[in-house]
């Protein structure tokens, strides 16, 4: 089976990255990858809502330019968006010319659609080099995971994911899902039990 959590050797040895938040306090983090995508992360927004629980979104720009003012819909029901770069880049197969230029076009494609001028940023696929990172951190907080939903492998059972989300859910995880159309079954099976979960065992749902 796969690991739903980040090793802590693998956390403490990069720890300049945000892995989780302070487990002194009763909370989780839920974080959803890649959209805006129209009919998912409607869905999303949905299911959040009638929980009264926030999260953050981390963005990809062309996806923003492809849906309107749903990044804006986002923003305005009180969740936090992330960069993702415009183009979904993996840092690892990527100049750090290009992937920074790709950076600064999401931030503004961000900033025109919602008014935000975000600080967070995570790495498509978990991937940056040292050189992309030294100059992200600059001006982003560079966010990842200790907890991950596997939600976009089709190998993955929804119910095998919420079982080992709720043994391993802890103060402060930040928890990684996908905001995409293959992930989108997936999501509607999973998302509102895990959701039911958090606010049975009196976690509150917060953005980053």
């Known amino acids: ?117 975000s600080r967070l940023f995570r790495p498509p696929y978990g991937r940056i080099t040292c050189s992309q990172k030294k100059n992200v951190q600059a001006q982003h907080e560079i966010v990842l995971w200790d907890l991950i939903s596997w939600d976009f492998r089709k190998e993955m059972s929804p119910s095998v994911s919420l079982q080992q989300l709720i043994r391993k859910s802890a103060n402060g995880s930040i928890v990684l899902f996908h905001d995409q159309k293959k992930t989108e079954s997936f999501l509607r099976r999973m998302l509102p039990g895990y959701l039911d979960f958090l606010a049975d065992a009196g976690y509150q749902a917060k953005p980053l």
Not at 17 to 31: E, P, V
Not at 66 to 84: C, F, M, P, Q, Y
């Open 1 to 117: 089976m796969r690991p739903f959590r980040v090793p802590h050797i693998a956390q403490r040895m990069f720890s300049e990255f945000t892995w989780h938040k302070d487990r002194g306090q009763k909370a989780i983090y839920l974080t959803f990858d890649d959209g805006p995508v129209s009919g998912v992360t409607e869905f999303i927004l949905q299911e959040l809502e009638s929980r009264n629980m926030k999260a953050t979104f981390f963005m990809v720009g062309n996806n923003i330019q492809k849906t309107g003012d749903l990044a804006r819909r986002v923003h305005e029901n009180g969740h936090a968006i992330g960069n993702h770069t415009f183009h979904h880049l993996n840092g690892a197969k990527t100049e750090t010319s290009r992937y920074l230029v790709d950076i600064s076009r999401c931030q503004q494609e961000i900033l025109d659609s919602t008014g935000v001028d």
